[in-house]
């Protein structure tokens, strides 16, 4: 057996050399396998470590959005650094004081390198830098960089405790390969960790800016340097609607801006075609949303404001942490509709501390849909998340194969009763 592992890894390890220049150039998207083939087959070079390093750092950035591809990681940061310059080096240093404190705390080495430990950070990094001075009118000096960077720190310990928290919960779900019949899945802390440091981070930042603050003149919707709009019905452009759509990608890292957006949405494409579309399609849900549940304020609306949660939780049901079939899609549009709604509810709650809303909403749905058990085959929850095409590809073999199966027991069910009929 050892002999055949050695083989495998081996072969594992050749394809690289034998590619030709097309199946390298595929290689880059999905998962990037060319840049895990050399870090595997560089594992235990020094001279490999910066470019390991990068990489780890870049797969971070894109977890956010649930995408693990260090070029879709690259075009990420570039939107980011296009919603500002101070923004993009805040959110490099955070990344990389959350990946310092990964290795610190011993996290499994898969994770660090997948960006799993960092995501968490990241955005620590970039909605602080972004919304604080945007926003509160803070002035990012030495503490607020000593703080901020500490916070992304302290989100490593958070998020490990949040999963030995969330270990108990779980649910059963029918089995999709069938063998057995059912089985229990359970969820992840998602973004939580960044929630509850953005808060303490932020808390911090802003008592020694109370007396130049008035909160109470601050929109309690805005969560980013949107531009309030006047509401009329004239302001109401279906132009600006899209914009808020595709902005709403940029939300999600807290930048206001078109084309970091445009590249974000790029970069996500990279990795998984139909995750770009099932993310943007739940931006559009929920801007639409948006524009129902608040319009006194279409300025965050076009802004992207409505949509990035909602982004968020399409993503997660839809298909990474759930394999999005037909019978999946009423309750995507449930748990992106529903996004919308706790977000317009915690509002009021979080504005009493001048808090924006970050990404709660996404959090608490999420959790609550995918749990959700059926026995119809409404939700199918997957053992491996990654890019939603594979899945769904899995989950059509498997009701190719069922099939298959079935029509012979049903063709020997009517020869059995042939048999009794002539006995």
Not at 297 to 320: E, N, Q, R, S
Request: with cysteine; charged share 15%; aromatic share 10%.
């Amino acid at each position: 057996m050892a002999s055949k592992s050695k083989e495998n890894a081996a072969e594992e390890l050749k394809p690289t050399e034998e590619k030709g220049c097309g199946q390298r150039f595929m290689s880059i998207f999905g998962e990037c396998e060319l840049s895990k083939n050399l870090i595997r087959r560089n594992k235990n070079s020094i001279y490999w470590i910066p470019f390991r390093f990068v990489d780890a750092i870049l797969r971070g950035i894109s977890q956010v959005v649930f995408v693990s591809n260090p070029i879709s990681g690259a075009l990420i940061l570039s939107g980011i650094y296009l919603g500002g310059i101070v923004i993009g080096h805040g959110t490099l240093a955070c990344t990389v004081g959350a990946l310092l404190s990964a290795l610190y705390f011993k996290q499994p080495s898969d994770a660090i390198q997948d960006g799993l430990t960092q995501f968490n950070g990241v955005l620590v990094g970039s909605v602080t830098f972004s919304l604080y001075p945007a926003i509160f009118g803070g002035v990012l000096d030495l503490r607020s960089w000593s703080i901020t960077v500490l916070g992304s720190v302290i989100s490593v310990p958070i998020q490990v405790a949040l999963v030995g928290l969330l270990q108990g919960v779980k649910a059963s779900f029918k089995n999709l390969l069938e063998k057995e019949e059912r089985k229990e899945y359970g969820v992840p802390g998602f973004t939580l960790p960044f929630n509850l440091t953005a808060c303490m981070v932020m808390s911090l930042l802003l008592a020694t800016h109370q007396d130049s603050l008035d909160t109470s003149s601050q929109n309690p919707n805005k969560n980013s340097t949107a531009e309030i709009v006047p509401s009329s019905e004239d302001s109401l452009l279906a132009s600006d609607v899209i914009v808020g759509v595709v902005k709403s990608m940029g939300q999600v890292y807290a930048v206001n801006t078109l084309p970091g957006s445009l590249l974000m949405l790029l970069g996500v494409f990279i990795y998984s075609p139909l995750l770009a579309f099932i993310e943007l399609s739940g931006a559009c849900l929920g801007t639409l949303l948006g524009l129902y549940l608040n319009p006194g304020y279409p300025g965050d609306v076009y802004a992207g404001i409505w949509g990035y949660c909602a982004l968020l939780t399409a993503g997660a049901t839809g298909g990474f942490f759930a394999i999005l079939t037909p019978r999946a899609v009423p309750l995507v549009i449930l748990a992106i509709s529903t996004t919308a709604a706790l977000q317009k509810t915690i509002q009021p709650f979080l504005q009493i501390g001048g808090l924006p809303v970050f990404t709660f909403p996404f959090v608490l749905t999420s959790w609550v849909f995918l749990l959700v058990t059926t026995d119809n085959g409404v939700l199918y929850r997957t053992d491996n998340p990654t890019v939603p095409e594979r899945n769904i590809k899995i989950w059509m073999d498997t009701v190719t194969e069922s099939r298959k199966l079935k029509i012979p027991d049903f063709i020997q069910k009517i020869r059995s009763n042939k048999i009794e009929d002539a006995a």
